[in-house]
C-alpha cells in the first residue's frame, strides 16, 4: 500500500505557498488600488483567506509591509538596473532620469503606505535609507569628477532625480507623469550647465 503522507505534506506545502503569494498580491492590489493602511481584515477578504492564515504567514502587518517592500525592490530592479544605451555620462544621466520617472510613478502607491506606517516600523524606514543611498551611488558612478566633486551640483542633482521630488510634481504641482519628467530633465540641464560653486559647502 502506498503511503499518501509525502502527498499530503507536498498538497499542504503548495497551499501554504499559494495563500502567502495571495495575500501579498492582495495586499499590493489593495495599496495600488489606493488604501494607504490595509487592514489585516481587507487583505485577508481580498485574498479569500481566513485572517487567521494572514497572521499565520506574517507575524504582524510590519512583516507584510516588509515582504511587499522586497517584492516591489524586485520589480523596480527590472526597470532600472539594464546597461545604459549611451556612450556619454550625459546620455546616461538622461536615460537613469526616465528610468527613475517610470519607477517612481510604480512605487508611489507603495511609498505614501509605507510613510503612514513607519514610524512604528522596523523595516520600513532603515529600507527607504538604503534605497536612497543606493540611488546616490547610481548618480555619483554616472557623474564625472567635476560634479562628483562639486558638493553643490552634486546635492542639487541629488535632489531634483530625488522621489520626493518626483512625488510633489505629481501630486502638489498636478503634474503629468510626461509633463514631471520633462520639468526634472529640464532642473538637471540648469545644473550641469551652471557654474561651478563655492567650496564651501565641503567645509
Sequence with gaps: MTDARPEI?????????DNRDRIVAAM?????AGE??????????????????????????????SEISR???AEVRALVDRPFEAA?????????????????????????????????????????????AELR???????????RDDPARLEALDLVMSFEAWDRLRDAQALSP??????????VASILDAPQASSSMSQ
Design 9 to 17: 505534506v507536498d498538497g499542504r506545502r503548495r497551499r501554504g505557498r
Design 28 to 32: 499590493m492590489a489593495l495599496v495600488r
Design 36 to 65: 494607504v493602511r490595509p487592514s489585516a481584515e481587507q487583505v485577508a477578504a481580498r485574498a479569500d483567506v481566513g485572517l487567521r492564515t494572514v497572521f499565520r504567514h506574517f507575524e504582524d502587518m510590519d512583516a507584510l509591509y
Design 71 to 73: 517584492a516591489m525592490e
Design 88 to 132: 556619454d555620462w550625459r546620455g546616461r544621466l538622461i536615460e537613469e532620469v526616465e528610468r527613475r520617472a517610470r519607477m517612481f510613478e510604480a512605487i508611489r502607491p507603495f511609498r505614501r503606505a509605507a510613510v503612514a506606517v513607519q514610524h512604528r516600523s522596523k523595516f520600513l524606514k532603515p529600507d527607504y535609507a538604503r534605497a536612497v
Design 137 to 147: 551611488e547610481r548618480l555619483t558612478r554616472i557623474l564625472p569628477p567635476a560634479f
Design 178 to 187: 510626461d509633463r514631471a519628467k520633462a520639468v526634472i530633465e529640464a532642473a
